[in-house]
């Protein structure tokens, strides 16, 4: 069990720029979530997969954000023509979903800075 | 929108000294959880208690839940140095049509040797 790891770990861009992420899961999860994550504040849920099915997306997701889960295993999240309200931690988690208690493991993060 | 509120938002103790935090949300829920987080890193869970649940331990963790009040607990008994980082509660509630979770803003721990 090598956890979710996200990559890049830090990405320092300028307004108007697009940015990727990518999410590997925990390789058994079929869930996979985005959450992103400002100074001070708790996690707020973007959207989450189960296998390749973008099940549910969260306001928060504007149409600047695109995120796909081709075969159902890593995640990309994309973010178009950047802007400086978009400075966060961009976290990714997976979880298994026959469990009946789920528990969400959470990868280390992308910080980004958008100049 | 957050759905849960850590109070307090900040807590200085010193080692061997326990260490407490409560929580708070408003919808009625599936399970809490607990997540602690070092500076700028990512979320570690710690303990998951369920709707049903009314108390929970994991080593030096308690969690208690109150379904009733809508709140919850977490114990850090005999702290140590290593236990400074911020601690979230999060909540899974019965109304949503998948499993996100909802996030406190979390309370800060301080640990001093």
């Known amino acids: 069990d090598t956890g979710v790891s996200q990559d890049p770990r830090h990405k320092i861009t300028k307004r108007g720029q697009n940015v990727t992420f990518r999410c590997d899961p925990i390789?058994?999860?079929?869930?996979l979530y985005w959450y992103r994550q400002t100074l001070g504040q708790g996690p707020e849920f973007l959207t989450y997969f189960q296998n390749e099915a973008q099940l549910e997306k969260s306001r928060l997701l504007s149409d600047r954000f695109s995120a796909e889960r081709p075969k159902g295993s890593f995640s990309t999240l994309e973010i178009q023509r950047t802007e400086q309200g978009d400075s966060a931690m961009y976290l990714c988690?997976?979880?298994?979903?026959?469990?009946?208690?789920?528990?969400?493991?959470f990868g280390p993060g992308t910080r980004l800075l958008v100049l | 929108s957050q759905q849960g509120e850590e109070d307090p938002q900040a807590l200085s103790i010193q080692e061997g000294e326990n260490a407490t935090m409560n929580c708070s949300y408003k919808t009625s829920i599936n399970n809490l959880q607990w997540y602690r987080q070092n500076s700028g890193r990512g979320l570690v869970h710690l303990i998951l208690?369920?709707?049903?649940?009314r108390e929970k331990h994991s080593g030096r963790l308690r969690v208690t839940l109150d379904t009733s009040k809508k709140s919850s607990s977490l114990l850090i008994t005999a702290s140590r140095a290593a236990d400074t980082a911020s601690y979230f509660c999060?909540?899974?509630?019965?109304?949503?049509?998948?499993?996100?979770?909802?996030f406190g803003k979390g309370t800060s721990l301080l640990v001093t040797p």
């Open positions: 390789s058994e999860h079929n869930r």
């Open positions: 208690i369920r709707s049903n649940e």
């Open positions: 999060a909540t899974d509630a019965v109304s949503n049509s998948g499993y996100a979770l909802n």
């Open positions: 988690a997976s979880s298994l979903a026959n469990r009946p208690q789920e528990t969400q493991y």
